[in-house]
C-alpha cells in the first residue's frame, strides 16, 4: 500500500512539474509579444558617400542634459571602400533623443577624400534628408577636415601625428522632433 501511495505522489509531482513547465513557455511567450508590441522605435542616422578606402566611420550623439559627447553613445559602421556611393548606416539606441549630433569621417590616415552625397536622420516611416549645402550649413568641422561644398569632398588631414577628423551639428532639436510628431 505504502508502495502504491509513492507512485501515487511521484506522478501527481512530475504532473504539476510539467503544467508548470508549459504554463512557464506561455508566460514567456506572452511577454515576448507583448515587448514587441510595445517597442520603442530607434533613429538611424545615414550617410551616402563614396568611400574609397577600408576605414569604420562612427556618430555620437547626445541630449539636451548630456554636456558631451561619451562612448557610450557612439555607433561604429564599418566601411569596405569602392568606387560607387554607399549608405553607411548608424541606428542609434532605443528611446535615445538624439538632439546634436558628431560624424566622424574615419579612422584610417590614409583614406582618399569623400565625397559626400547626402546624411538622412530616419525615425519610423519618417525621414529628414541634408543635402551639401544644408550639411555644410548645419555641420561644422573640427581643424582635421575640410569640406569643400562645391565638390562635395571632405578631405582630411593629419596635424602634429593626431587624426581626428569629424564634423558637429548645431542643435538639431527641431528636425528631431518634427520626426517624432505622429
Do not use: W
Not at 59 to 67: H, K, S
Not at 105 to 113: A, H, R
Request: glycine share 2%; proline share 3%; charged share 25%.
Amino acid at each position: 500500500m505504502s508502495y502504491l501511495r509513492v507512485c501515487f505522489i511521484f506522478l501527481l509531482f512530475c504532473s504539476c512539474k510539467q503544467v508548470k513547465q508549459q504554463a512557464t513557455n506561455e508566460e514567456t511567450v506572452a511577454l515576448e509579444t507583448i515587448e514587441d508590441a510595445l517597442s520603442i522605435p530607434s533613429f538611424t542616422v545615414i550617410l551616402t558617400a563614396k568611400v574609397l578606402e577600408n576605414d569604420r566611420f562612427h556618430v555620437y550623439y547626445r541630449g539636451f542634459d548630456d554636456p558631451n559627447f561619451v562612448t557610450d553613445n557612439m555607433i561604429t559602421s564599418s566601411v569596405v571602400g569602392q568606387d560607387d556611393f554607399q549608405e553607411i548606416s548608424f541606428v542609434l539606441k532605443k528611446g535615445d533623443l538624439p538632439i546634436f549630433f558628431r560624424i566622424d569621417c574615419g579612422i584610417n590616415f590614409e583614406q582618399q577624400p569623400v565625397i559626400f552625397e547626402s546624411l538622412k536622420i530616419r525615425y519610423l516611416n519618417k525621414q529628414y534628408n541634408f543635402d551639401k549645402l544644408e550639411f555644410a550649413q548645419l555641420f561644422r568641422p573640427n581643424q582635421y577636415v575640410n569640406f569643400v561644398t562645391n565638390k562635395s569632398e571632405i578631405l582630411t588631414s593629419v596635424i602634429d601625428g593626431r587624426y581626428d577628423p569629424h564634423f558637429i551639428s548645431i542643435n538639431l532639436a527641431e528636425i528631431v522632433f518634427a520626426l517624432r510628431e505622429q
